[in-house]
């Protein structure tokens, strides 16, 4: 049985090894990524990875 918690707005879920983790959602519908695109997805990656996982989680990465 999955424990889930609430807290601070986030749902958290119990795990196998005791540890909550957060129940974390994005879209895994493939997308079209251009030439540019998949420069500046890769610019993003490397240089700034806490915005790029933002963006990622939120479903904003291909986003115009």
Known sequence: MNT????????YVLSSDGM????????????HYGKY???RK???????KG???AL?????LTEI
């Not at 889930?4 to 749902?11: F, L, V």
């Not at 890769?42 to 700034?48: D, M, N, P, T, V």
């Open 42 to 48: 890769r610019y993003l990656q490397e240089h700034y």
């Open 20 to 31: 909550y983790y957060p129940a974390l959602k994005y879209d895994t519908a493939e997308s």
């Open 4 to 11: 889930i918690i609430i807290e601070n707005g986030i749902s």
């Open 51 to 53: 915005y790029y996982t």
């Open 56 to 60: 990622l989680l939120h479903g904003k």
């Open 37 to 39: 695109g998949l420069l």
